[in-house]
């Protein structure tokens, strides 16, 4: 049984920085690529972020481009978004997903319709950027 953990949320300042990681287990290597999504109230659903660990291939989402960092730790199973510069449109449950088919997980409106798809989710860890 797939699981995915999140840990690292909390309250920060305006242009603060914040590392989430998203530790997953109980998957084959079929499940490559690992998702970060966001959700802020009222809001839809948002892919940030997105990592092929077979190859390392990286995608973000325009919002966040040049603010934030994915990564993975293939021996430990971890996936890492390292956020810097942080808004207050940043705050949202920021939640890691995983699939069999990359397009699913990929940050971007013309992939929005795929992620009611996606098979599996972590718990979300909420992130609060304010003054």
């Known amino acids: 049984q797939v699981q995915l953990v999140e840990s690292g949320g909390g309250l920060v300042q305006p242009g603060g920085s914040l590392t989430l990681s998203c530790e997953a287990s109980?998957?084959?290597?079929?499940?490559?690529?690992i998702g970060w999504f966001r959700q802020a109230p009222g809001k839809e659903r948002e892919g940030v972020s997105c990592?092929?660990?077979?190859?390392?291939?990286?995608y973000y989402a325009d919002s966040v481009k040049g603010r934030f960092t994915i990564s993975s730790d293939n021996v430990r199973n971890t996936v890492y978004l390292q956020m810097n510069s942080l808004k207050p449109e940043d705050t949202a449950v920021y939640y890691c997903?995983?699939?069999?088919?990359?397009?699913?997980?990929?940050?971007?409106?013309?992939?929005?319709?795929?992620?009611?798809?996606?098979?599996?989710w972590g718990q979300g860890t909420q992130v609060t950027v304010s003054s």
């Open positions: 997903a995983t699939d069999l088919r990359l397009e699913r997980l990929l940050p971007g409106p013309q992939y929005s319709g795929y992620y009611n798809q996606i098979g599996y």
């Open positions: 109980g998957f084959s290597p079929d499940y490559y690529a």
């Open positions: 990592i092929n660990r077979s190859d390392g291939s990286t």
